[in-house]
């Protein structure tokens, strides 16, 4: 440290490699001994017999004590133990075949990366089958005691502000011409937001922090197919925000993106079924109007000023749609009556938001149709679309 102190603003250190490095350990019964046992194959000695530890065991070394005071009983034997070498707690830890902040994929190996950020090094496995394993029961075990969390925090939460998914995820940088592709951000189901993390919640003021928040109802999640890819990386998803803005992610494996879309359709479920109705200011004519989605009426436009209603259609009547991409949306309503079609045209300041707030809301009603969604909230809806152990232990 002094050396180190002393050596000015620019320091070369030189690492060497031990080439017979130990690779096994050996314990004795009798764990008195003061010294060390001799080590012939690499010249050195074991300074791990406090402990009881030899360096270099094989079953087959001959190697004899060289501590006069080790007892001579024909008893004596060598017992092998496993011996923990790293310990990866698994609760809110993530974990990645791809090399850092790229779309580069390891063959057959990953690492684990706890939320403390102690890492586990690159685990290669002998075949893809194994690496696959493994990877299921990591995830498997994360997601147990991720749930198992949940229910614990959303103890200290009212009904309208519980958790319904939380976990890692890559987001794809926006400017491409970045060195480093991905990045990790841990995204948050809660209430009426998606929240987006550099790190893990932990206390009720973290949940503050958030680097993003999101209406639940007022963005656009897309499943993206291979050909909707942009880069090497699979299982990937977009969120098209309430400005238009999209963020594109990654997760490692099907079952995670499973997940995260039952998670979202649960959680804007349970939203647009608590609001029940949200309305938008808009122009139709140079006047100032307000257009309410209502789940049980429909649309509703009406004079901002009066409060008088223009006209009301329920979702059933709404036959199509389109917008200008900036602040217009033409409806097509079908009259129940004459069955003429009818359309209206609104402009709105925040056009994102209100066609992701329709997608939700028709989802919702959608979704409101099957018993069997209604009664586990983890069926996907069928809307129209619009533009173990808790920690990893290693052994040896």
């Not at 995830?139 to 749930?147: E, P």
């Not at 998914?165 to 060195?179: H, I, K, P």
Request: hydrophobic share 35%.
């Amino acid at each position: 440290v002094q050396v180190l102190r002393n050596a000015g603003e620019e320091v070369t250190l030189t690492v060497s490699f031990l080439k017979r490095a130990p690779a096994f350990l050996k314990l004795p019964l009798n764990e008195d001994c003061a010294c060390a046992p001799s080590d012939q194959s690499s010249g050195t000695s074991s300074p791990l017999c406090d402990s009881g530890l030899h360096l270099n065991y094989h079953p087959n070394n001959t190697d004899t004590l060289s501590c006069s005071s080790w007892p001579a009983s024909p008893g004596l034997r060598w017992e092998k133990r496993w011996c923990d070498l790293r310990l990866i707690p698994l609760l809110h830890s993530r974990f990645s075949q791809y090399l850092p902040g790229s779309d580069l994929c390891r063959q057959n190996a990953f690492q684990v990366i706890a939320v403390d950020g102690v890492c586990s090094g690159i685990i290669q496995c002998l075949s893809a089958e194994d690496c696959i394993d493994w990877l299921q029961a990591i995830a498997s075990n994360i997601s147990n005691l991720t749930k198992h969390n949940i229910k614990k925090i959303n103890r200290n939460f009212p009904v309208n502000q519980q958790i319904v998914y939380m976990g890692w995820t890559e987001e794809r940088e926006q400017d491409s011409l970045q060195d480093r592709m991905y990045t990790p951000k841990f995204l948050a189901l809660r209430g009426s937001s998606l929240y987006k993390f550099i790190a893990p919640p932990v206390t009720t003021w973290d949940w503050t922090r958030a680097e993003k928040t999101f209406s639940v109802y007022e963005i656009m999640c897309k499943i993206l197919k291979d050909s909707d890819l942009l880069d090497r990386r699979k299982h990937c998803f977009s969120v098209q925000s309430e400005s238009g803005e999209d963020l594109y992610f990654s997760v490692e494996l099907e079952s995670d993106l499973t997940l995260w879309e039952k998670a979202f359709q649960t959680a804007t479920f349970l939203e647009v079924e608590r609001i029940q109705s949200k309305t938008y200011a808009c122009v139709l004519e140079s006047h100032l109007m307000g257009l309410t989605i209502d789940f049980s009426m429909g649309f509703v436009c009406f004079d901002a000023a009066t409060k008088a209603v223009l006209w009301r259609y329920k979702f059933s009547q709404l036959k199509g749609s389109s917008d200008d991409g900036k602040s217009k949306i033409k409806f097509l309503f079908q009259n129940q009556d004459t069955k003429q079609i009818e359309a209206k045209e609104l402009e709105f300041s925040n056009l994102f938001a209100v066609l992701h707030c329709i997608h939700s809301f028709f989802a919702a009603k959608v979704a409101c149709l099957d018993p069997l969604y209604v009664g586990s909230q983890a069926t996907a809806s069928a809307a129209p679309t619009t533009s173990g152990t808790g920690k990893l232990k290693y052994t040896t």
